[in-house]
């Protein structure tokens, strides 16, 4: 039979292994959490390193025309680019793009909005847009590149 004082022990002990326990699983959410945001960052540094690398090469050599494949995080459905193209009359994009061209800190805008911002040289929309959105499918975005000699046109 045990003793008063043992069973005092033993609740003690099985308090401490319950309370450990729940702070293991919630170090394992919060860091499991934290690849996951880690990930979607490096995915999106990933994304404008790829656009400017594929815009860059392509935009010296006239008429050419290359599909260039991205990858991104799946929460993004969406991404809108705006030309760099002197002259294009900005033909109603939301105000929060034409602030963010007319500065000078971006022109390429993935929805939902993505935090850090993307500023791509020598960009013009296909058909003379002043800006233009193309789908993102279950993370890939399919464009299509055509250099022009000293700007790349951007098409679906």
Do not use: H
Request: with cysteine; proline share 4%.
């Amino acid at each position: 039979m045990m003793k008063r004082g043992q069973i005092m022990g033993q609740i003690f002990i099985m308090v401490v292994a319950a309370l450990v326990f729940i702070l293991v699983i919630m170090y394992g959410y919060r860091a499991i959490k934290s690849f996951i945001a880690r990930s979607d960052e490096t995915s999106l540094i990933d994304f404008k390193t790829e656009l400017e690398s594929s815009i860059d090469i392509i935009k010296t050599d006239f008429g050419s025309r290359q599909q260039a494949k991205f990858v991104l995080p799946k929460k993004y459905t969406e991404v809108c680019i705006l030309s760099t193209a002197e002259g294009l009359n900005p033909s109603s994009p939301p105000p929060l793009y034409n602030s963010a061209w007319k500065t000078r800190t971006e022109n390429v805008f993935l929805v939902p909005k993505q935090e850090t911002p993307i500023w791509v040289d020598d960009v013009e929309v296909a058909g003379g847009n002043y800006w233009g959105c193309f789908n993102i499918v279950n993370g890939r975005l399919n464009l299509w590149l055509e250099g022009k000699g000293d700007r790349v046109i951007v098409s679906a």
